[in-house]
């Protein structure tokens, strides 16, 4: 893997998906495998108690500099400023909404939240650590 880094200034064309927080391992930050009860991290093998379970942000992006399209995904809490909130409190919010809703699916984030997350950044210009 090349270990180069740097900075891209670039403008966000689209947002990929709308799932824009996943449980994490604490240790490793891999997605977790959840069930009704407990979590599971089937990279580092972490454990617990599903109610336990930490969330992170995954903005996953389409972005253009004056050049180049490339697909870019945005981890952690530098999305905190952005949203507002932790990705945890976010996601308590989500379920609440989705209870209120009647939407069984745990993951969907409301329609109201994807619409929010375009216009805070689609045809806005950021610096990228790449």
């Given at each position: 893997?090349?270990?180069?880094?740097?900075?891209?200034?670039?403008?966000?064309?689209?947002v990929q998906n709308s799932c824009f927080i996943y449980p994490a391992c604490q240790k490793c930050f891999s997605r977790l495998v959840l069930d009704s009860r407990r979590f599971n991290c089937l990279k580092c093998?972490?454990?617990?108690?599903?109610?336990?379970?930490s969330y992170r942000?995954?903005?996953s992006l389409?972005?253009?500099?004056?050049?180049?399209?490339?697909?870019?995904t945005v981890f952690g809490s530098c999305?905190?400023?952005?949203?507002g909130v932790t990705a945890e409190n976010l996601?308590?919010?989500?379920q609440d909404l989705n209870q209120l809703s009647g939407?069984?699916?745990?993951?969907?984030?409301?329609e109201v939240l994807v619409q929010a997350v375009e216009?805070?950044?689609i045809g806005k210009r950021f610096i990228f650590g790449v």
């Open positions: 893997m090349n270990s180069v880094r740097g900075l891209l200034a670039a403008s966000v064309i689209s093998g972490c454990t617990g108690a599903a109610k336990d379970a942000y995954r903005l389409k972005i253009a500099d004056t050049n180049d399209l490339f697909d870019i999305l905190d400023p952005f949203f996601q308590r919010c989500i939407e069984t699916n745990i993951e969907a984030a409301p216009t805070c950044f």
